[in-house]
Structure formats: structure tokens, C-alpha cells
């Protein structure tokens, strides 16, 4: 955790990786204690275990009892065509394989649990190898946000290039350029109907490890991607000892968090929020605050010049290329910024509701 001085006050800042698989996913490795010694290591203060359909990672959570790493146990699920990929927390159970994608997003809000879409478009260059596993049913929506990143889709997004294969498995974080266009124009879609639909940022982490006699190697392991994509979440009072993992969540769920590419830069000056000079309130990620305040200005502020974009209701309004941007905020709606170092992404936060 880090305090920021946002606006005059202190805001308290934890970053988390999301999207996590152990040993108990049929495809994964590394053990929960492994992952959280990572985490300790990368000053990750906390990581969302989400294993394909198995919450049998709960079992191992008293060996973590002296972590100050936060650990959040939920499962991915999906339908019986395999789409339909949705992270769970929150919820004591594991759905039927037979569950439809809208019933097992409805029965998620229905128990009180959280839920996110994970990769929701992908590309593949052949449907018989790698293939895609994407979202199809939009018409339900009960679910709480979506992973506007996910580290491994886009790495293996970027395999269907013949000439990219050897040059992407040598050099993994090349892949890792931006959030896919589709994914962000569905992502304002969806806010623009006025569903607040958080935004987070995922690694998808599955460590794959091959053994030839006593030599094992692992190729994108989760000391790699831990550094890759968080997302941040900011909060104007310190986690609680007794109630972090709920807390985190429901950060997490009202989009009060930024998405951030660590293998550019560490962002710990980062900060953005729309201000009124008239009363000194101020809005941070995932907050609201009323026109009628007057005089509203989008604040940003960075470590160093990048470029920089601000969306409002999916519209690119403004474009600068600078450390520190005010702009003034004349009208209603949902406002969001992209951040850019040369052509790669770096931070995209989730939006700031102008009512």
C-alpha cells in the first residue's frame, strides 16, 4: 500500500493481481503459498485466485495465516461450449457445467457474489489450435465488470502472425501493447446505458512448466506476469484488518481502480479525479459528482510526459502530450482516461461519473 496526496487529501493505494490459476486448475501450477511469496516479493498487496471451476484452493488458506498479502478465492467458470468465461467471487459453491452463461451471471447477483467477464473477444489464427474462448451472451446483464486486459489473451492473440511466433514466445511482454479496440468500444457501450460496468486488468497467470529428467522450466510464470498488468485500486480510508478481502471486492466492483502495464513504469504518482474549485469536492474512479458543484476540472497528474487521452461517454474529447492536465468539465456523463508511453498502453481508468 502507498498514501498519495490527491486534491490535498490522503488517498491509500493497493495494487492486486487478478486472474490467477494454481495447481488446482487442470491446466495450472505453483501453489497457493508460492503465489503469495511472489506477491510478497513484487509488493503485491493482493492476488485474486480464480481456478477453472474449483474452489478446492480454500483448503490450503491456513498455511497463508502470516501474509499480509490479501488473497481473494473465487473460480472461473463457463458454459458447456466452453465461452462464456466468468470470474466468481463471493459464492460457496461451484455452478453446474450444464448452467447457462445468463443463468450462472444471474444466480452470481442473485447470491450476493461478484462477477467479471474475462476476455471477452479474442482472435486466433486457426479455431483447431488455441482457439478462442469469448463472451456470446450479452443480452444478460447482471454482471459487475469486465477485463477490459488480459495479459495471456492478448500474448496469444498475437501468435496468429507466423512470423511473430518464435520472437512472441522469446519475448512475451512485446505482445502486451494496448487493451483490443472491441473490448473498450464495448466497454463505453455498456456504461453509456447506464450500467456502470467496472473495468479491470488481468494476467490470466497459469505458469506452464515442462520437465526433461531433474530439469523443469516454466514459461510465463507468475513472477513474470505479476509484474505485467494490476489493476489499482484507491480508497479514502485504509483497508480494515478484520473485512480487506470484502472491501477490495467491492472496490473492485465499483470501478474505484485503475488498469496499469507495470513492465513500462510504476505508476506511484499517478492520480486522477474530476475537482469542483468552487466547494473542493472531488470524485475519484468509480465516484459521482454533480454538475451543479461548478467550475469541474479533470485533473491528471504523471511522473513524466506521456500521451494522453480523455474519453467521455466513449468519445475522445482531448489529446495532450504532458505530465499534468486540467481540463474543464462542462457537461454530464462518464469521463475516463487513457494513458500512453509511445505506442503502448500504460494506464486506462475506469470512469468518473459527472451527474
Known amino acids: 500500500m502507498i498514501k498519495k496526496s490527491v486534491f490535498g487529501k490522503e488517498i491509500f493505494e493497493y495494487t492486486g493481481v487478478i486472474h490467477v490459476h494454481t495447481e488446482h486448475s487442470f491446466d495450472g501450477h505453483g501453489s497457493i503459498q508460492e503465489i503469495v511469496e511472489i506477491s510478497e516479493k513484487l509488493d503485491v498487496d493482493f492476488v485474486c485466485i480464480t ?7 480454500k483448503k490450503d488458506l491456513p498455511a497463508l495465516a502470516q501474509s499480509n498479502v490479501q488473497v481473494l478465492i473465487g473460480y472461473e467458470m463457463n458454459d458447456a461450449e466452453k465461452n462464456n468465461h466468468y470470474l466468481i467471487f463471493d459464492i460457496d459453491r461451484v455452478f453446474p457445467l450444464s448452467m447457462p452463461a445468463d443463468e450462472y451471471v444471474r444466480e452470481t447477483r442473485k447470491n ?60 512475451p511482454n512485446s505482445s502486451i501493447i494496448k487493451p483490443k479496440k472491441q473490448v473498450l468500444k464495448k466497454w463505453d457501450e455498456l456504461n453509456n446505458k447506464g450500467m456502470k460496468i467496472a473495468g ?61 502495464n507495470y513492465t513500462h513504469a510504476d505508476p506511484y504518482m499517478f492520480y486522477c479525479g474530476i475537482e469542483s474549485k468552487a466547494s473542493e469536492k472531488f470524485a475519484l474512479p468509480g465516484e459521482e459528482i454533480s454538475l451543479k458543484e461548478k467550475d469541474l476540472c479533470l485533473f491528471i497528474y504523471l511522473q513524466q510526459d506521456c500521451h494522453v487521452k480523455i474519453v467521455h461517454n466513449g468519445n475522445t474529447i482531448h489529446t495532450e502530450y504532458r505530465n499534468k492536465i486540467s481540463y474543464p468539465i462542462k457537461e454530464k456523463g462518464f469521463y475516463r482516461i487513457e494513458v500512453f508511453i509511445g505506442l503502448k498502453g500504460w494506464l486506462f481508468s475506469n470512469p468518473i461519473y459527472v451527474v
Open 112 to 171: 450476493g457474489g461478484t462477477g467479471f467477464i474475462a476476455h471477452p473477444y479474442e482472435k486466433r489464427r486457426s479455431k483447431r489450435t488455441l482457439r478462442t474462448y469469448n463472451w456470446t451472451s450479452w443480452n444478460v446483464e447482471e454482471f459487475d465488470g469486465i477485463e477490459i486486459w488480459n495479459y495471456i489473451s492478448e500474448w496469444t492473440d498475437k501468435l496468429r502472425i507466423p512470423l511473430n511466433v518464435i520472437p512472441k514466445i522469446m519475448f
Open 51 to 57: 481456478d477453472h471451476r474449483s474452489l478446492d484452493v
Open 200 to 260: 479491470i486488468g488481468s494476467v490470466d497467470s497459469h505458469e506452464n512448466r515442462y520437465s526433461a529428467g531433474i530439469f523443469t522450466i516454466s514459461f510465463l510464470s507468475h513472477r513474470k506476469l505479476f509484474g505485467t498488468i494490476r489493476t489499482n485500486i484507491q480508497t479514502r480510508q485504509p483497508l480494515s484488518t478484520e473485512n480487506a478481502i470484502h472491501e477490495i471486492l467491492s472496490h473492485l466492483k465499483k470501478g474505484n481502480s485503475y488498469i496499469v
